[in-house]
């Protein structure tokens, strides 16, 4: 299935969004499920219409793979609330996030910090080589580089 999603932006700064199951876009019908198409133009306008949020952006996304009924972890520490956030700075100087919910905190977690060093474990070099390899500023669209990494959430 695919998805469209408008992203807004509240009076006081806050994100939030709208997504929208459509088919999944392939040729045949990919022109009409993105920006100017009909359906796009109809989904879009309809959400407007019902929103005194601000427009940011949109999001189509051709097709996501479903898995089926997830079996739920047994760590007790796989939670949501616990993130490690990979702090960005695109070539321009703006400053972004991104978090990775649920983290093993096992070599990553040091005594008297949340800080975690950029070359503390394989798979967190591994991610910030990743990040800065394939991503972009996700307002500016310029290159980042991960400057800081920390953990967050509960009973950390």
Do not use: W
């Amino acid at each position: 299935m695919g998805q469209i999603t408008f992203s807004f932006v509240d009076k006081s700064g806050e994100r939030g969004s709208v997504n929208l199951p459509v088919p999944n876009l392939a040729l045949a019908n990919i022109e009409t499920y993105t920006d100017g198409g009909t359906a796009f133009n109809a989904l879009e306008a309809a959400v407007a219409a019902l929103t005194l949020l601000t427009a940011t952006g949109n999001t189509v996304t051709a097709e996501s793979t479903g898995v089926a009924a997830p079996v739920l972890p047994t760590d007790d520490n796989a939670q949501r609330e616990r993130v490690l956030l990979f702090f960005l700075s695109d070539t321009g100087g703006h400053k972004t996030r991104i978090g990775i919910p649920g983290i093993d905190l096992t070599g990553i977690a040091q005594s008297g910090t949340d800080d975690v060093p950029l070359d503390a474990t394989t798979e967190v070099e591994d991610m910030v080589t990743a990040i800065e390899t394939y991503c972009v500023d996700s307002v500016t669209g310029l290159a980042v580089t991960v400057y800081r990494i920390r953990h967050v959430g509960r009973n950390n």
